[in-house]
């Protein structure tokens, strides 16, 4: 048993998704394998797109290309990047970052508390989540 959402497009199916998806991942029981339903798709589907898919979710080896001569291509896609929050923040912007930038990052500061209070917030959203979450969406509409 699987559950897969995919979107029908010409001759196409592809994956509900876009370039802010971070994955995508069908629900397969544990004898059901991503490439068996992907099998399962209608025949005039000549290409199944699915981006965002995680590569783990390919399984069956050298058995990639099914008797449907359906050729599966597998490309990995960068993953966003992230900062490792350990340690002290001035010793990690030291050591990445060069002088020049660190001092276009003072003087943007700078220039940023001549115009009001500037706070750094952090919130789980486990209280006041609609006031955060209207905050949040005003802002970026914002620009």
């Known amino acids: 048993m699987a559950l897969m959402p995919v979107i029908p497009d010409g001759r196409m199916v592809r994956a509900p998704v876009n370039s802010e998806t971070r994955s995508f991942c069908p ?3 544990d004898s059901v394998n991503l490439l068996q339903v992907i099998s399962a798709l209608p025949p005039r ?3 199944v797109s ?3 898919v995680p590569a783990t979710m390919f399984t069956g080896g050298d058995n990639l290309n099914h008797p449907e001569k359906r ?3 597998t490309q990995e896609l960068r993953h966003s990047p992230f900062v490792d929050t350990e340690g002290e923040f001035a010793s990690w912007e030291k050591a990445r970052l060069s002088s020049s930038h660190r001092s276009t990052m003072r003087r943007r500061q700078r220039r940023l508390n001549e115009l ?5 917030e952090v919130s789980d959203g486990t ?4 006031e955060l979450l209207d905050e949040g969406f005003a802002l ?4």
Do not use: K, N
Not at 116 to 120: I, K, N, S, T
Not at 127 to 130: D, G, I, K, S, T
Not at 140 to 143: L, P
């Open 140 to 143: 970026e509409a914002a620009g």
């Open 45 to 47: 589907s000549r290409r």
């Open 50 to 52: 699915l981006a965002y």
């Open 27 to 29: 629900l397969l029981a």
């Open 127 to 130: 209280e006041r989540l609609p």
């Open 71 to 73: 050729r599966v291509i």
């Open 116 to 120: 009001g209070e500037v706070r750094f």
